[in-house]
Nanobody
Framework: VQLQASGGGLVQAEGSLRLSCAAS????????VAWFRQAPGKERNFVAA????????EFSDSVKGRFTISRDNVKSTVYLQMNSLKPEDTAVYYC????????????????????WGQGTLVTVSS
């Protein structure tokens, strides 16, 4: 299984970006996928997750209302639409695949995700 994250770049505050996470190998729809981010010198934090079917989603408080997550299981791709970006959103964004379709709790804990993309850098200028 491989995950390829893309779509990062430099954007001004209040701008938008869409990240993509393309998966290869495995049955994509069986597994939840999440986005995490890591700012320089800081720990990796949960951003958003989506269930295998796409019916369930979860967001961190810091991005709720500004980011949306979706998936296309035919294309084996998960998207993170980021709107109203803020300088504090600057980070390397990683997508990760969970081991099940949707776990009842602890979705924000990165240890449950066993496949990771390489990360894509998002820089938001003020």
């Amino acid at each position: 299984v491989q995950l390829q994250a893309s779509g990062g770049g430099l954007v001004q505050a209040e701008g938008s970006l869409r990240l993509s996470c393309a998966a290869s190998g495995g049955t994509f729809s069986r597994y939840a996928v999440a986005w995490f981010r890591q700012a320089p010198g800081k720990e990796r934090n949960f951003v958003a997750a989506i269930s295998g079917s796409g019916e369930n989603t979860e967001f961190s408080d810091s991005v709720k209302g500004r980011f949306t997550i979706s998936r296309d299981n035919v294309k084996s791709t998960v998207y993170l639409q980021m709107n109203s970006l803020k300088p504090e959103d600057t980070a390397v964004y990683y997508c990760a695949r969970d081991q099940i379709a949707w776990r009842p709790m602890l979705r924000r804990h990165f240890s449950f995700y066993n496949y990771w993309g390489q990360g894509t850098l998002v820089t938001v200028s003020s």
